[in-house]
């Protein structure tokens, strides 16, 4: 996270309903049929990537204990959504399908979503709690909340919290090309399906959560026929009592079906005698290579690495690999301070500060990637605070200001002298930086002509919905492809006005990423 007297950035971001097999665990066999038509340009954005226990904003003000300030805006903190509440986040999937519903009569009737630590194989959901959730288990598996829950240890496992009441089109929303499905009424359920032959591997202890990581989305509608390479997207959101709780640590994986059925009994692995034969689109795709007598199955998993922080290893006098992922400060904890360093780090009318940090990406995702940032401006404890630049604009001393451009990492340098040939130059390519971002490179931020100054922009907004800063996704402005390496360096600037109110001002901004398979 960071801190800037500033920033506190913390870098990094489910739901669905009423419990069809609460607190059961059901062994979850095969979700897939061995040939499958495949689900395209996946993709998956959490409005948070926190991990589950963790909700505080930069003045460590939470849902149970909020700013005291009441105002416009309420209590302040970090609102169910929001990007460092990682206890109530939201998701947004998005994929195309391969099957013509339409020509081949088979309209969609149901989704599924399966939350699991693998991309492949049996199934444990993620998360990081204590205790089995097996019968019989010698401790049972800790709840996310309460006294001695995981929250207060620090830990927590996903956990999908919607219920028979979630409206459609409020709560959830499906959306066919972008626009949400007219005339089509969905309902939403939740499950728990893990394999209790899941066993420990590697670092894993094997344990099962018991938690909902199993979703249904399903219509009884004959209307939803999407055509070939249509994109479908599933919105959740979140609210204070419908979300989805991150897990504690750990990435995980979310597999998904499409089917011709609206039936539960044809949906949930095991208990579903005929699931395979109802599915239409299946969201793993795998390479098949026959000949004669001879059969090759392979596949090529998704990795993605996403990280940030204060300091870039390619700038410092520091053995590391070529693209080593961006370590947390062990002094200061990914905090930055922003100001005069000989006033305490404090804004001055007549001058404007500047501070960095920076982020790495790297996806083996062909459809490219999206970040996002999420956060509020500068505050402090009354609940005064910095203007924003929802537009783009030259930053202006004397005029309270806070934003944030993006800086080509490839222009830094050790000590003034080339990269080393055995390291990476850090470039932000090939991931395009948004045209609100791009302004980042012009050395002045204090220069009379406005036109030699840097340009930045910062929305408030984006406490609730992500803002994109930069992006190479096909269908978004890009041309897709791999990403071996994208490094950026984040440029903010503070600027206050004369009648600027006294105190300590803090945020935290969240980076999101989105690999689109």
Not at 122 to 150: F, K, V
Not at 169 to 178: H, M, P, Q, S
Not at 455 to 463: A, G, L, P, Q, T
Request: charged content about 15%.
């Amino acid at each position: 996270m960071y801190t800037l007297k500033s920033i506190v950035q913390r870098g990094t971001l489910f739901g669905a309903t009423a419990a069809l097999v609460a607190a059961a665990i059901i062994p979850a066999a095969s979700v897939f049929a061995d040939a499958l038509n495949p689900l395209t340009e996946r993709s998956l954005l959490l409005t948070s990537s926190a991990p589950g226990w963790q909700d505080t904003d930069g003045a460590g003000n939470s849902e149970s204990n909020p700013n005291a300030w009441t105002g416009p805006e309420g209590n302040y903190y970090s609102l169910p959504g929001s990007g460092p509440n990682g206890k109530k986040t939201g998701e947004t999937f998005s994929f195309r399908v391969s099957t013509d519903s339409a020509a081949t009569s088979r309209p969609i009737k149901a989704f599924t979503l399966q939350y699991c630590t693998t991309a492949a194989g049996l199934c444990q959901a993620p998360g990081n709690n204590e205790g089995d959730a097996r019968s019989g288990a010698t401790t049972p598996r800790q709840d996310n909340e309460g006294a001695t829950g995981g929250w207060a240890n620090q830990t927590s496992d996903l956990n999908v919290k919607y219920d028979a009441a979630s409206v459609s089109g409020t709560d959830f929303i499906v959306k066919l090309n972008g626009n949400p499905v007219a005339g089509v009424d969905w309902s939403i359920a939740t499950s728990n399906v893990e394999d209790p032959g899941f066993v420990a591997t590697g670092g894993n202890d094997g344990s099962l959560t018991g938690k909902q990581n199993f979703v249904t989305i399903s219509t009884d509608s004959e209307d939803f026929a999407p055509a070939f390479n249509d994109q479908i997207t599933i919105e959740f959101k979140a609210s204070t009592n419908r979300y989805i709780t991150n897990p504690g640590k750990g990435s995980f994986f979310v597999k998904m079906n499409t089917y011709d059925s609206d039936s539960v009994a044809d949906h949930i692995p095991a208990i579903a005698a005929t699931e395979n034969t109802h599915i239409i689109d299946g969201g793993v795709t795998v390479a098949n290579v026959m000949t004669d007598s001879i059969h090759i199955t392979t596949k090529v998993l998704e990795t993605m690495a996403f990280s940030v922080g204060v300091q870039n290893p390619d700038t410092q006098n520091v053995q590391h690999g070529s693209c080593d992922a961006m370590q947390v400060d062990p002094i200061t904890g990914n905090r930055l301070s922003l100001g005069n360093e000989n006033a305490e780090y404090s804004l001055e009318t007549g001058t404007a500060y500047d501070t960095h940090s920076y982020w790495r990406l790297s996806s083996n995702s062909s459809g490219g990637a999206v970040v996002y940032y999420s956060g509020d401006t500068l505050r402090n404890t009354v609940g005064d605070k910095i203007a924003d630049m929802p537009t783009k604009a030259h930053s202006q001393p004397g005029t309270e200001q806070f934003g944030l451009a993006l800086v080509n990492a490839g222009a830094d340098t050790i000590d003034g002298g080339a990269f080393p040939s055995n390291w990476i130059t850090p470039n932000i390519a090939p991931l395009i930086i948004g045209s609100a971002y791009d302004g980042g490179d012009v050395a002045s931020i204090s220069s009379e002509t406005t036109a030699n100054n840097a340009e930045f922009s910062f929305k408030e907004s984006s406490k609730s919905v992500p803002e994109v800063i930069a992006s190479n996704a096909s269908g978004a402005g890009g041309e897709g492809g791999v990403i071996s390496c994208a490094t950026a360096k984040v440029r903010y600037v503070g600027n206050i006005a004369a009648d600027t109110p006294a105190g300590v001002y803090t945020t935290k901004i969240n980076y999101l990423a989105a690999p689109q398979y």
